[in-house]
């Protein structure tokens, strides 16, 4: 049984950071690219990053960038979101997804963690 466990979300004033992790279980970790989204009250689950097998990441350009980075550990079948400078629209809860090749729409993905929660105050 697949399952993946996100963990590190809070509470954060502005401007501060997280680190998100999110740790998988029964599967081949290395075979999978992961992905990150976020779905905020009352909108759609968004993209914010997903990683190749072999640890190139594309993020969210227009929310993301710059701000977030996306980082596996294979040996731990661990993904980690790291969130710097993180402003109150950030504030959503926090998904990791896996699948077999990078994607980057929620509706591709196979496996779902259960969501962490993010909230950025003003």
């Known amino acids: 049984q697949v399952q993946l466990l996100e963990s590190g979300g809070g509470l954060v004033q502005a401007g501060g950071s997280l680190r998100l992790s999110c740790r998988a279980s029964?599967?081949?970790?290395?075979?999978?690219?992961l992905g990150w989204f976020r779905q905020a009250p009352g909108k759609e689950r968004e993209f914010v990053a997903a990683m190749r097998r072999i640890g190139v990441g594309t993020y969210n350009e227009d929310s993301v960038k710059g701000r977030f980075t996306m980082s596996r550990d294979n040996a731990k079948n661990t993904v980690y979101l790291q969130m710097n400078s993180l402003k109150p629209e950030d504030t959503a809860v926090y998904y990791c997804?896996?699948?077999?090749?990078?994607?980057?729409?929620?509706?591709?993905?196979?496996?779902w963690g259960q969501g962490t929660q993010v909230t950025v105050s003003s």
């Open positions: 029964g599967l081949t970790f290395s075979n999978y690219a």
């Open positions: 997804a896996a699948r077999i090749g990078i994607a980057t729409t929620p509706s591709s993905y196979d496996y």
